[in-house]
């Protein structure tokens, strides 16, 4: 049995979104050809994730030096404690799910909020002899993304090299051992008008549909 952990990351609803519709489509077809796997989902939008801020900063230092987890204050114990469930999830997911629109050229904000707390030193990587060596192994990640302009399904190859965030995500996970990554994008989305924006929909939900058998 494999355990899917879903990261939708997009402030809308799936009435209005793309990448929402061909996600929870990956998802179902999914659960559809692998009953016997566990599914966790988030929704990083609806849920809210955890800002890195000086009071996490404080506490993280005050572990380090010696203070327990008890003498923290109870506001420290509270934000540590779901950073903590947030990253074993992670640890212990074999597959990944992100859903996310794209936002000027990278990830929507609250899809880096989650990532800066899950992926950390001593957990997801460890300094090796050459470098930073992921502790992550034998996993695989799919991001399905939407965007207004078209940077993968374009004749010019520059155009892909301006999706960071995509190749951000794929370089981040490969850090943390995550090899195998692959993108499913739902692009053009500003040029096209409800019923090609639809049609196009649902030609990338076929795709996404015949990933979802095989992930
Ligand atoms: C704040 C913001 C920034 C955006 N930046 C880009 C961008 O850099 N490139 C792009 O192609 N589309 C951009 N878009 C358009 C969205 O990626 C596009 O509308 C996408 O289809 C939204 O995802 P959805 O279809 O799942 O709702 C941006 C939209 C918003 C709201």
Redesign the pocket.
């Known amino acids: 049995m494999s355990t899917v952990l879903v990261i939708k990351a997009?402030p809308?609803t799936e009435d209005?979104?793309?990448?929402?519709v061909i996600g929870d489509h990956f998802v179902e077809t999914y659960r559809q050809a692998h009953p016997e796997d566990q599914i966790i989902g988030h929704d990083l939008y609806a849920e809210g994730v955890p800002e890195i801020n000086s009071s996490n900063l404080d506490s993280w230092k005050k572990l380090t030096s010696g203070v327990t987890y008890q003498e923290l204050s109870e506001n420290e114990q509270i934000l540590l404690s779901r950073q903590q469930q947030l990253q074993e999830q992670f640890i212990q997911a074999d597959k990944y799910v992100f859903i996310s629109?794209?936002?000027?050229?990278f990830l929507p904000n609250r899809l880096k909020m989650y990532l800066d707390l899950v992926i950390v030193s001593t957990k997801t990587w460890v300094e090796g002899a050459h470098g930073p060596e992921g502790t992550l192994h034998d996993k695989k990640a799919i991001h399905i993304q939407?965007?207004?302009?078209t940077y993968h399904h374009s004749d010019n190859a520059f155009m892909a090299t301006l999706d960071m965030g995509d190749a951000y995500l794929k370089a981040l996970l490969g850090q943390v051992g995550v090899k195998d990554y692959q993108g499913i994008y739902?692009e053009g989305?500003?040029h096209r008008d409800p019923d090609d924006m639809a049609a196009n929909r649902e030609t990338i939900a076929k795709e996404a549909e015949k990933v979802a058998k095989e992930f």
Do not use: D, R
Not at 16 to 20: A, D, E, G, T
Not at 101 to 105: E, G, K, Q, S, T
Not at 146 to 149: F, L, M, T
């Open positions: 997009h809308a209005v979104s793309n990448s929402l629109p794209m936002y000027n050229l939407s965007s207004g302009g739902c989305n500003s």
